[in-house]
């Protein structure tokens, strides 16, 4: 997949999350000049990254105006429908007993290539713990188990089509190269979930499983916390919470009928 967005990290999430607002701020729809006006970003970088967005099924374009909205299946998954009877509001009621149940905080990821956004967390109610970062924000597909988890659902020669070059740039020398971190998703597939231990933090851990929709993984469910709690002995039996959260969240889905990114329909 061509992404035409800016190398860096935080030039990939300050334009999506510009774009995303000012798209969202017009439920009726907004034309091309006026988005690229309201999120302060020039009108070609603009239509670039609308174009990757819109491909991937998180804006409509409608054919005939020319206007963008942001799409029912982002809105159900990212907040627009916060009314207590909407997707979003079940949601937040799954990852709000999984964080009560494993008293850490929970969390939903989707797979935007070539990273992973959280686009909503529920803390924990531990006194101690993680000091909680915005949503949405992007992580990287390597260091975090939502990234594992989410990987292991497209085949190995996807993995290497999509994220080869992103590996190449960001990924830290202790992955290893990419064949061996290709064979390692094995394992995630075997057991279900994966897990991240002093990886994308030291002193950090999380558990990850998948949340399946219609025979695509395009989302996880995780945990994350201090590794003196989240211990190496207690990762399995935290899993199957996390597995448990995940196949609430597959039928919440399922029957909300929310729309799956393209890049995940056509794998």
Same mark, same amino acid.
């Given at each position: 997949?061509?992404?035409?967005?800016?190398?860096?990290?935080?030039? +990939?999430? %300050? @334009?999506?999350?510009?774009?995303?607002?000012?798209?969202?701020?017009?439920?009726?729809?907004?034309?091309?000049?006026?988005?690229?006006?309201?999120?302060?970003?020039?009108?070609?970088?603009?239509? @670039?990254? /609308?174009?990757?967005?819109?491909?991937?099924?998180?804006?409509?374009?409608?054919?005939?105006?020319?206007?963008?909205?942001?799409?029912?299946?982002?809105?159900?998954?990212?907040?627009?429908?916060?009314?207590?009877?909407?997707?979003?509001?079940?949601?937040?009621?799954? /990852? %709000?007993?999984?964080?009560?149940?494993? %008293?850490?905080?929970?969390?939903?990821?989707?797979?935007?290539?070539?990273?992973?956004?959280?686009?909503?967390?529920?803390?924990?109610?531990?006194?101690?713990?993680?000091? /909680?970062?915005?949503?949405?924000?992007?992580?990287?597909?390597?260091?975090?188990?939502?990234?594992?988890?989410?990987?292991?659902?497209?085949?190995?020669?996807?993995?290497?089509?999509?994220?080869?070059?992103?590996?190449?740039?960001?990924?830290?020398?202790?992955?290893?190269? +990419?064949?061996?971190?290709?064979?390692?998703?094995?394992?995630? @597939?075997?057991?279900?979930?994966?897990?991240?231990?002093?990886?994308?933090?030291?002193?950090?851990?999380?558990?990850?499983?998948?949340?399946?929709?219609?025979?695509?993984?395009?989302?996880?469910?995780?945990?994350?916390?201090?590794?003196?709690?989240?211990?190496?002995?207690?990762?399995?039996?935290?899993?199957?919470?996390?597995?448990?959260?995940? %196949?609430? +969240?597959?039928?919440? +889905?399922?029957?909300?009928?929310?729309?799956?990114?393209?890049?995940?329909?056509?794998?």
């Amino acid at each position: 997949m061509e992404v035409a967005m800016a190398p860096s990290e935080a030039g +990939l999430v %300050r @334009r999506t999350i510009w774009l995303l607002r000012a798209v969202a701020a017009h439920p009726e729809g907004v034309g091309l000049s006026e988005v690229a006006r309201e999120a302060g970003i020039p009108k070609a970088t603009c239509y @670039r990254v /609308l174009t990757v967005l819109e491909r991937e099924s998180w804006l409509t374009l409608d054919p005939i105006t020319r206007r963008y909205r942001v799409s029912l299946g982002l809105l159900s998954i990212v907040g627009g429908l916060l009314d207590g009877g909407g997707a979003y509001g079940h949601m937040r009621e799954v /990852l %709000r007993n999984l964080a009560e149940e494993t %008293r850490e905080t929970a969390g939903f990821d989707v797979l935007l290539p070539p990273k992973v956004m959280v686009v909503a967390q529920v803390p924990g109610p531990s006194l101690i713990g993680q000091t /909680l970062k915005p949503v949405p924000r992007t992580q990287p597909v390597w260091a975090t188990s939502t990234g594992k988890v989410l990987l292991a659902a497209l085949s190995a020669e996807s993995v290497r089509e999509d994220f080869t070059e992103e590996f190449a740039e960001h990924a830290p020398p202790e992955v290893g190269d +990419l064949e061996s971190f290709v064979a390692s998703l094995d394992a995630v @597939r075997e057991r279900g979930f994966a897990f991240a231990y002093d990886e994308l933090e030291v002193g950090a851990a999380s558990v990850a499983a998948p949340v399946r929709l219609r025979g695509t993984t395009p989302y996880a469910v995780w945990i994350g916390g201090p590794t003196y709690r989240i211990t190496r002995e207690r990762i399995d039996t935290m899993a199957e919470s996390v597995i448990k959260a995940a %196949r609430q +969240l597959t039928d919440l +889905l399922s029957n909300a009928d929310i729309d799956i990114p393209s890049a995940f329909a056509r794998r």
